[in-house]
T-cell receptor
């Protein structure tokens, strides 16, 4: 079945630095990818919808200059957390839509970001 | 390795039929459990969640799920489905810093 690889699985960075998270569809071309964030003891929150070749659509309250999303190819979307702060520490997960696989969605394994 | 299994890949039901979607996980210890729904063309929405307390959890749109610790299961149920329930359903398990999703179950409800 469809596989989405998300890397890294865990990252620790210093305040003020930037971190890039990659989401790759390994065996299908993903025209649409979603980026989610999970806060402790809460459900996932949609951050943005990423469409290949166009600008991402951000949800209300999500700073697009802080969370840079690039979907430059049909198999790769990246989320860059710029000038990270401790409050950005969270679990980030992507999902990709496979248009040839019945439009099913597959999740990456997630990234645990800790900003110190 | 920790895993979340949704045994049904695709379920097809007629309206008013009862629904049960299976979810099993392999974590030990205390876990938080979620069911999400994704309607065609939309992002995930939370149906229900279990953190502690009553193992029978009621969610939105008439859905409920039962946590059975001894079976490592968190099955989703609805007594009478509607055509509008056609969607993909994902089970998710969180323990500590780890969160995993099941592969999803596509539900098709025929009118």
């Amino acid at each position: 079945g469809a596989v989405v690889s998300q890397h890294p699985s865990r990252v620790i960075c210093k305040s003020g630095t930037s971190v890039k998270i990659e989401c790759r569809s390994l065996d299908f071309q993903a025209t649409t990818m979603f980026w989610y964030r999970q806060f402790p003891k809460k459900s996932l929150m949609l951050m943005a919808t990423s469409n290949e070749g166009s600008k991402a659509t951000y949800e209300q309250g999500v700073e697009k200059d802080k969370f840079l999303i690039n979907h430059a190819s049909l198999t790769l979307s990246t989320l860059t957390v710029t000038s990270a702060h401790p409050e950005d520490s969270s679990f980030y997960i992507c999902s990709a839509r496979d248009p040839t696989g019945g439009n099913r969605y597959t999740f990456g394994s997630g990234t645990r970001l800790t900003v110190v | 390795a920790q895993s979340v299994s949704q045994h049904n890949h695709h379920v097809i039901l007629s309206e008013a039929a009862s629904l049960e979607l299976g979810c099993n996980y392999s974590y030990g210890g205390t876990v938080n459990l979620f069911w999400y729904v994704q309607y065609p063309g939309q992002h995930l929405q939370l149906l229900l969640k279990y953190f502690s307390g009553d193992p029978l959890v009621k969610g939105i749109k008439g859905f409920e799920a039962e946590f059975i610790k001894s079976k490592f299961s968190f099955n989703l149920r609805k007594p009478s489905v509607q055509w509008s329930d056609t969607a993909e359903y994902f089970c998710a398990v969180n323990r500590g810093n780890d969160m995993r999703f099941g592969a999803g179950t596509r539900l098709t409800v025929k009118p």
